[in-house]
């Protein structure tokens, strides 16, 4: 069974770099055909897909946040995070890992972690 | 770039079926995945492909599709299917294609 853990600071001050890290347990990050994946939701707002690292080490971004997020990976601890700079009030969200499966016609997020909540406020 | 459509909110009597509908061009390409959420907690997988569920999800929930639209059937709601509901599929349009999800509805059993 696949779990992902979030960790990070709950309070990034904005203009600031917003950094998260996911644990992945009963999978490895670098082999398999998944993709491990940041998704984020404001408060009392529906989901976002923000970007993904495949197992290979690419990595693959939402246009609308590209310029600003970057996600890495670290094999030996088998985590990967996420960095987002220059945040406003508008990141504040929970941020969820997920692990994600690109099929011929279809494309799912099937697991997740809990999530953490990220507030950006000075 | 394509986006999916969900209405809000829905209401359904205990015991009776409900439809959930996403709207999208990215439909035509790919089936919905759906998610089930409720407060404070992450998104559970329901239906994915076709009409596939996952290990644990009853089979009182199904998929299914036509063109431009999706749809999520409860047959015999529970109460413990309120919730918001989420489809995903990808926008394969543009240079770079992404992961996009619906708004969401909310689920009331009456």
């Known amino acids: 069974q696949v779990q992902l853990q979030e960790s990070g600071p709950g309070l990034v001050k904005p203009s600031q770099t917003l950094s998260l890290t996911c644990t992945v347990s009963?999978?490895?990050?670098?082999?398999?055909?998944?993709?491990w994946s940041w998704i984020r939701q404001p408060p009392g707002k529906g989901l976002e897909w923000i970007g993904y690292?495949?197992?290979?080490?690419?990595?693959y971004y939402n246009p609308s946040l590209k310029s600003r997020v970057t996600i890495s990976r670290d094999t030996s601890k088998n985590q990967f995070s996420l960095r987002l700079s220059s945040v406003t009030a508008a990141d504040t969200a929970v941020y969820f890992c997920?692990?994600?499966?690109?099929?011929?016609?279809?494309?799912?997020?099937?697991?997740w972690g809990q999530g953490t909540l990220v507030t950006v406020s000075s | 770039s394509s986006e999916l459509t969900q209405d809000p909110a829905v209401s359904v009597a205990l015991g009776q079926t409900v439809r959930i509908t996403c709207q999208g061009d990215?439909?035509?390409?790919?089936?919905a995945t759906w998610y089930q959420q409720k407060p404070g907690q992450a998104p559970v997988l329901v239906i994915y492909?076709?009409?596939n569920r996952p290990s644990g999800i009853p089979d009182r929930f199904s998929g299914s599709s036509s063109g431009n639209t999706a749809s999520l059937t409860i047959t015999g709601a529970q109460a413990e299917d309120e919730a918001a509901y989420y489809c995903?599929?990808?926008?394969?349009?543009?240079?770079?294609?992404?992961?996009?999800f619906g708004g969401g509805t909310k689920l009331t059993v009456l």
């Open positions: 492909g076709k009409t």
């Open positions: 009963g999978g490895s990050i670098s082999s398999g055909d998944y993709y």
């Open positions: 997920a692990r994600f499966i690109s099929g011929y016609d279809y494309v799912v997020f099937d697991y």
């Open positions: 990215s439909l035509r390409s790919y089936y």
């Open positions: 690292i495949y197992y290979s080490g690419s990595t």
């Open positions: 995903n599929s990808r926008d394969s349009s543009g240079n770079h294609p992404h992961e996009v």
